[in-house]
């Protein structure tokens, strides 16, 4: 890469100055004289960084800045597996979270670097922003816009010249991931390596030896081969949508987030320094995607732990009576109603949603067992910290950044060869579902009819 060294001079140019104006009574190389020497690691990024809290109890603190930083994010994980992977065991893990939900690449890096002392470690998560997956996720998966219309379905629309909006958002994030510059290089790639410039010109990474590591994103969905997603859709129930989450549109949306890891990883390595690299989190999510083979519909709206995504962007309320009794569940407690009685109901809504206030309510009884009802109700727009539970759809759940934390951890462990720690291995990923419609013995070889 031509420009590499070129830039690397610029640096090399402004470090003496940036190092000298650095405060060095209070930080030398990431060590804090001040108190017991630490080492000092951040984490920025975006949502996928910051883990998206979406109540006060599971903050990370007090969100006073509103970037929803979760108590459990990947980042906290790999906080508390410090003494697993740190070059040096005498120090103090110092670690400094930063990552904002809805931050992009470039100054809003900048802006977290600002934030952080004199890091020897950092791990950045973002790019998923530029890109904008979001109302692509919403056009073609939640369409929770009540007032729109999001015209023609994935499946009856052209893919060259589409006019509904699902369509259409796909192709704008595909452009986003493969437009090229005039010089013929990708510009996501491009975007993701100035802001590696940046960080590596930034004065507090600047003659301190620090290390630079990527994540990418997950993919959201599982294998194709499930067809059972087919019928199902993703869609709010106060809107009008009818996307069902058929297996052409799930596989796009895989490739996307595929580009975006591949314009992250290439970025990395075009630097061809050791201190920059790419850590690939997708297999953290492999048998926990959305519409894995086996799974019922309740497993993909989180009322089970076999899917590690958030979906159903909405704060709810489920009240679902059997005769005398009534039994609430609400997304405050993440208590739930038991699989067999939603799965029995679910297929089953009784009349439209009605609009109650700011909230839509609506009743499923199974004709079959009419003394259960059950009663949906979702508050679409919340405010506060409760907007948390609609912008942590399509991120990780607490499992989800655990197997994340764990992937960063073991790669951390070998980066800083703590070959004395050879005890960190990732859980194995669990056996496949039987498919539907097929039985598995203890073999696992499904039978299918
Ligand atoms: C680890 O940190 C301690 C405390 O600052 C320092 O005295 C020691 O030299 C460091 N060890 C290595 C191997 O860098
Ligand atoms: C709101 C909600 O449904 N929460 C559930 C999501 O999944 C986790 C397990 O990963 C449960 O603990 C929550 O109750």
């Given at each position: 890469m031509p420009q590499v060294p070129h830039i690397a001079l610029l640096g090399l140019a402004s470090l003496l100055p940036v190092a000298l104006a650095y405060p060095q009574n209070t930080v030398t190389n990431g060590i804090s004289s001040a108190a017991e020497p630490k080492f000092i690691f951040g984490a920025i990024g975006d949502s996928w960084g910051s883990g998206v809290t979406w109540k006060s109890s599971n903050?990370?603190?007090?969100n006073s800045d509103s970037c929803m930083r979760y108590k459990y994010a990947w980042s906290t994980v790999v906080n508390d597996a410090y003494a697993q992977w740190t070059p040096n065991t005498s120090l103090e893990p110092g670690f400094e979270f930063k990552a904002c939900s809805g931050s992009h690449l470039g100054d809003d890096m900048m802006n977290q670097m600002d934030q952080l002392t004199r890091p020897k470690l950092v791990i950045m998560e973002a790019g998923g922003n530029d890109a904008n997956f979001y109302p692509m996720a919403d056009a073609?998966?939640?369409?929770?816009?009540?007032?729109?219309?999001?015209?023609?379905?994935y499946e009856d629309d052209s893919a060259e010249n589409p006019t509904g909006e699902c369509r259409k958002e796909i192709n704008l994030v595909r452009g986003r991931l493969q437009e090229k510059n005039a010089e013929g290089n990708n510009n996501m790639q491009n975007t993701v390596e100035q802001t590696i410039h940046r960080w590596r010109d930034h004065k507090a990474v600047v003659g301190n030896e620090a290390s630079l590591f990527l994540l990418g994103y997950a993919r959201f969905f599982g294998p194709d081969f499930d067809e059972a997603c087919d019928k199902w859709n993703f869609n709010v129930f106060w809107g009008s949508g009818t996307q069902h989450v058929v297996s052409a549109m799930r596989k796009e949306f895989n490739e996307l987030v595929g580009l975006m890891n591949d314009a992250i990883r290439m970025a990395t390595e075009s630097f061809n320094d050791v201190n920059i690299d790419y850590i690939d989190i997708d297999p953290a999510l492999q048998g926990h995607r959305f519409c894995e083979p086996g799974q019922s519909k309740y497993d993909q709206l989180n009322w089970?732990?076999?899917?590690y995504l958030w979906n159903s962007p909405g704060k709810w309320f489920l009240t679902v009576k059997e005769g005398d009794h009534i039994e609430t569940y609400d997304a405050d407690t993440d208590s739930s109603p038991s699989e067999d009685t939603f799965n029995m109901l679910i297929e089953h809504p009784e009349g439209e949603p009605r609009q109650e206030g700011d909230d839509y309510i609506l009743a499923f009884r199974n004709p079959s067992v009419p003394d259960i009802t059950m009663e949906w109700k979702i508050t679409p727009q919340g405010s506060g910290n409760t907007g948390g539970s609609i912008a942590r759809t399509l991120h990780p759940t607490q499992d989800g950044h655990n197997r994340i934390g764990q992937i960063v951890t073991q790669r951390l462990s070998q980066f800083y060869s703590r070959?004395?720690?050879?005890?960190i291995i990732l859980p194995p990923?669990?056996?496949?579902?039987?498919?539907?419609g097929c039985t598995c013995g203890s073999s696992g070889v499904p039978l299918c009819t």
């Open positions: 903050q990370f603190d007090d073609c998966l939640f369409q929770k816009d009540h007032n729109k219309a999001y015209g023609t379905s089970s732990n076999k899917v070959s004395d720690n050879p005890t990923n669990p056996p496949a579902p039987c498919p539907l």
